[in-house]
């Protein structure tokens, strides 16, 4: 199938590895153009020479922190001076700290705000006018099967991801007639070092093996297995391609059937 996105324009952030890096992969294997972010410069080097090896595709990379400003406006303007008009916005976070609410003092709330919901919407921003004009864009929210089911401990993810869904699914309707889609994409369990360090975090503060929690959570799943970030890579390399250009302010989950929900 051709997703139509040769020559296409992308930013990916947070993709020096996990799923903003399968996502980065899958785009540049598509032969989009694809400009990458993450915060530390070494391993998001070594990211890009990874892709390019493996699909000569245009990979660009700037190292900066997308809950400020600075690294806000660097990615903006470096992907703006590499390809022109971005065609395609993967916003990718981190996860923020887990724990329950009494142990989550404002500041770790304010850093995930910056972190989860300014990065996203401010770099939206700053692609958005162009794609408006263009008459095609995609703006792609990778959030978490918490909003739709949230996972106890993850306070600051559960309420911080729902508010982007709350803005994607607002912002959808405004752009629609321009020709852009906004949606969003949930993991669920996937093998990354981030679900690794969850685990491995209620091993230790249950007392159990890690085994022990990483067989706990594959029972909770229908296929029972964890996914792949190649899987998690593809659907959203088709979320935001030509082919799905009638799919907007929808909520996707890649969690091999975890959510338990109708909708």
């Not at 996203?120 to 739709?148: F, H, Q």
């Not at 869904?165 to 949606?183: H, K, P, S």
């Not at 890579?233 to 996707?252: H, N, P, W």
């Amino acid at each position: 199938m051709d997703l139509g996105l040769r020559n296409r324009t992308a930013i990916v952030s947070a993709a020096s590895r996990g799923l903003g890096y399968a996502v980065a992969r899958e785009l540049a294997a598509e032969g989009a153009r694809v400009m990458i972010s993450a915060r530390g410069d070494e391993r998001l080097q070594a990211a890009r020479q990874a892709i390019i090896a493996e699909t000569g595709a245009d990979v660009r990379a700037v190292a900066a922190d997308l809950s400020t400003m600075a690294g806000i406006e660097a990615v903006a303007r470096a992907a703006g001076e590499a390809f022109g008009p971005v065609d395609i916005l993967v916003n990718n976070t981190g996860g923020p700290p887990s724990g329950p609410f009494e142990s989550l003092p404002w500041d770790k709330w304010q850093h995930a705000v910056d972190n989860l919901l300014r990065g996203p919407v401010e770099l939206t921003r700053r692609v958005l006018p162009a794609m408006r004009a263009r008459r095609w864009g995609r703006v792609l929210n990778v959030t978490s099967i918490t909003v739709k089911q949230p996972v106890d401990g993850l306070m600051l993810s559960n309420s911080v991801r729902a508010a982007v869904t709350g803005f994607a699914r607002t912002l959808a309707t405004e752009v629609a007639r321009d020709g852009v889609t906004v949606n969003c994409i949930l993991p669920g369990f996937t093998n990354t070092e981030r679900v690794a360090q969850l685990n491995a975090a209620t091993a230790e503060r249950e007392g159990v093996s890690i085994a022990e929690v990483n067989a706990r959570t594959e029972a909770q799943i229908p296929m029972r297995r964890i996914g792949e970030p190649k899987e998690f890579g593809a659907l959203a390399a088709f979320l935001v391609s030509e082919r799905a250009s009638y799919i907007t302010g929808q909520s996707v989950a890649v969690d091999g059937g975890w959510i338990r929900g109708l909708f």
